[in-house]
């Protein structure tokens, strides 16, 4: 099994947070996360909140993170939407071939839109 291991930590307004680890196997991808004894706190009085404590740690974690996934989509998205097609053609350029198609097939299945739609559409 092939593992790669990258540790990140990172701010936010100013404020550090945690240390991630990342692994990542053939298969799967792990996200670590080691709280500090106030974050831990904090994690607890949110879970609180937002669940009267009827979730596990691992599933409200999962619900935060991919909501958090949609939500900076969605903010990219809007984002995209509201370049000029100079800006959006000078971030194509500075992609290579892979990342660009990627791309295009994320903002197709987040449009609803294919090459094929496109053309009978214009026909």
């Known amino acids: 099994m092939t593992s790669e291991k990258e540790k990140i930590t990172f701010a936010l307004d100013g404020e550090n947070f945690g240390n991630f680890k990342l692994r990542e196997g053939d298969r799967r991808m792990k996200i670590y ?8 706190q904090q994690w607890k009085a949110l879970k609180a909140a937002l669940t009267g404590g009827n979730l596990t740690d691992d599933t409200l974690a999962r619900i935060m993170f991919f909501k958090g996934i949609h939500t900076i989509t969605s903010e990219l998205n809007e984002r995209v939407e509201n370049m000029t097609e100079e800006e959006k053609e000078a971030i194509m350029k500075d992609m290579n071939a892979d990342q660009a198609d990627q791309a295009m097939k994320l903002a197709e ?3 609803g839109v294919s090459d094929e739609n496109a053309t009978e559409a214009t026909d």
């Open 33 to 40: 996360i080691k709280l500090s004894k106030d974050e831990t």
């Open 109 to 111: 299945e987040e449009l």
